[in-house]
């Protein structure tokens, strides 16, 4: 009797109808309707309000806030957004009430997971948000969290991988960089997209692997590899799944599926403004996150998107007034030799700015041969598209804000593209794959007239002061316009000795306050994995590099800044609700 909690005597709580007692963690709501007595949290899980000051009309409690609706029995809740009410045992003894403090239906970490799966079939952010935080508040891997996300979206998108798995799996990357509520945000962030671009898609449904069942006798991968890229070439989404998932089905490595499906993908060039590439490699860094028995949904949801994708060379730009393409392909035909005899001896010092430079330039041809000569040297893939990519962050730090505002998205797509090149070339070097670090070089030399005017690099001023509070940033990039005074600000601090993995979750956290597009969350996880790839060097090009990709994502960032931030606002919401808040009262 002692662990029991006192209500009060029957005839009372019957005279009052509602009281209002005080639980182990939670007040508690008790109510007698119809001669039974029900305890509840008093707190409408939908949004905290308080379910005394609620109705209950032929056992269904109604809160007076947002009309959500629950059987005062179990707690269930008649409306998918509203969540259901913790419920709790009642004793009568003598006349007098005793509550159970502990509740029937106790929240579970499975049933934060299915409430997440709920949250994205239904498209409800609130839900989502909620979820995300009850499972990080319960120590729940993050990674986890996400593979609930991919598996919705690669199962219940027909159209396939697109922006919002890029998004879940970008802010994935990013968690280190970001602090507890940043994780909560960027994790919740990366779910709502992957929500609201999977609703009303309808369900994918495997092909599933051609009947090969003696291994011994079943296609040879380079057979395999020749008939998924001619699927791809012709743009047989269905027959490239099929042979997709027999290679997959016959245990081939993820090394071996990676170069199948990146040959295919760099057979032409620059496909798809770089989305395509892009989603390969992203495809690939979340298999390494969530495990590799996903791969069938995983890698098929990549296929849709071949049926109608845009081929750069059959462009008027690759072709005219400098023809890219003939000197190009040329090129591409020297690269199995190059890399197999640049594979027997040593990297041969070369000029690393210079070749950086020289891709920045107005001359093509000139790129393409230095580029390799560079391979020719010992110069490995994917060192040449760690320069592309700098040359492609050197193009976002030097836009001007004169040029037309959808141009930001032009000089992007080189960018990320050329970070997945390099991040491919990392896991697998192929001379098929190492086609796409040209074809990013070449996007770098036409996005050349967006640094025409070239916005001025910020000089450091006032080094020996102390490094600035990190919150100034922040409440720079509240008002529009501020694409210099943010850049010259991210200069200062590190001039001055500011702490970067600071600076990396304020970036971070300037980019999950808002409802953010797609690429504004590609441009911050690329920028860091390659900031990151140089942090590991010891050399004045290589701190130069690292500033450089810190002033790209700050200026990118403070471009499309501030908006109506209503996706962190819901976040916020959900946070106060876990920590107990009322949210009808001033903060």
């Not at 029937?104 to 997440?116: C, G, P, S, Y």
């Not at 890029?166 to 909560?184: C, E, F, R, S, Y």
């Not at 047989?236 to 997709?244: I, K």
């Not at 070749?355 to 001359?363: A, R």
Request: proline content about 4%.
């Amino acid at each position: 009797m002692s662990e029991l909690i006192h209500a009060g005597s029957l005839k009372t709580l019957e005279d009052e109808g509602v009281r209002v007692i005080k639980g182990a963690s939670n007040p508690i709501a008790v109510f007698v309707h119809e001669k039974q007595v029900y305890a509840i949290d008093n707190r409408c899980p939908h949004m905290g309000f308080p379910l005394h000051t609620g109705s209950i009309c032929d056992g269904i409690l109604t809160c007076h806030w947002h009309h959500a609706r629950f059987d005062v029995k179990s707690g269930g809740t008649l409306d998918p957004w509203a969540d259901d009410v913790s419920t709790y045992p009642v004793e009568i003894k003598k006349g007098e009430v005793w509550v159970h403090p502990v509740p029937v239906n106790k929240v579970t970490i499975e049933k934060l997971k299915q409430r997440l799966r709920e949250g994205l079939e239904q498209n409800l952010s609130l839900v989502i948000a909620k979820a995300v935080v009850g499972l990080m508040e319960a120590g729940f891997p993050a990674t986890k969290i996400a593979k609930v996300g991919v598996e919705f979206g690669t199962t219940h998108r027909q159209s396939g991988w697109r922006s919002g798995l890029t998004i879940l799996t970008a802010m994935t990357n990013v968690l280190p960089k970001l602090d507890k509520t940043g994780q909560i945000l960027a994790l919740f962030q990366g779910l709502v997209h992957v929500a609201r671009e999977s609703s009303g898609m309808g369900t994918r449904f495997l092909l599933g692997a051609l009947p090969v069942s003696d291994k011994e006798n079943a296609q040879s991968f380079n057979q395999l590899s020749e008939w998924y890229r001619h699927c791809v070439e012709v743009r047989d989404p269905r027959g490239a799944e099929r042979v997709l998932l027999t290679a997959i089905e016959l245990g081939f490595s993820n090394g071996q599926l990676a170069d199948m499906m990146m040959t295919a993908i760099t057979e032409h060039f620059y496909v798809n403004t770089g989305h395509s590439l892009d989603f390969h490699n992203k495809a690939f860094e979340i298999l390494d996150q969530i495990g590799l028995e996903h791969r069938p949904y995983v890698l098929s949801s990549l296929l849709p998107g071949i049926s109608d994708v845009s081929r750069s060379e059959e462009s008027h730009s690759w072709q005219s007034p400098v023809n890219l393409v003939q000197p190009l392909m040329q090129a591409f035909q020297e690269l199995p030799a190059i890399l197999a005899d640049a594979s027997s001896q040593g990297n041969v010092d070369i000029d690393e700015a210079a070749l950086v430079q020289q891709i920045l330039s107005d001359d093509a041809l000139k790129t393409v041969k230095m580029m390799l000569d560079a391979l020719k040297s010992g110069v490995s893939p994917a060192r040449l598209a760690q320069l592309v990519a700098l040359a492609a962050a050197e193009r976002i730090s030097r836009f001007h804000v004169q040029n037309d505002f959808s141009d930001w998205i032009t000089v992007l797509h080189t960018f990320t593209h050329a970070n997945a090149v390099h991040e491919s070339l990392r896991r697998s070097t192929t001379p098929e794959l190492t086609r796409a670090v040209f074809h990013g070089a070449m996007s770098v030399y036409l996005d050349r007239f967006l640094n025409i005017p070239s916005a001025r690099r910020p000089e450091p001023k006032d080094v020996e002061a102390e490094p600035q509070k990190t919150s100034e940033l922040l409440e720079m990039m509240n008002k529009q316009q501020q694409v210099e005074e943010s850049a010259r600000w991210v200069v200062n601090y590190l001039a001055s000795g500011g702490d970067k993995s600071d600076l990396f979750n304020t970036l971070g956290h300037a980019l999950i306050r808002e409802d953010a597009e797609f690429h504004s969350f590609q441009m911050f996880e690329a920028a860091m994995v390659e900031h990151d790839h140089w942090e590991r060097e010891e050399s004045e090009f290589a701190r130069y590099a690292q500033e450089t990709l810190i002033i790209a994502a700050t200026r990118y960032l403070a471009g499309h800044a501030p908006t109506a931030r209503e996706m962190p606002h819901t976040a916020r919401i959900a946070m106060r609700l876990h920590r107990g808040e009322k949210l009808f009262e001033d903060e």
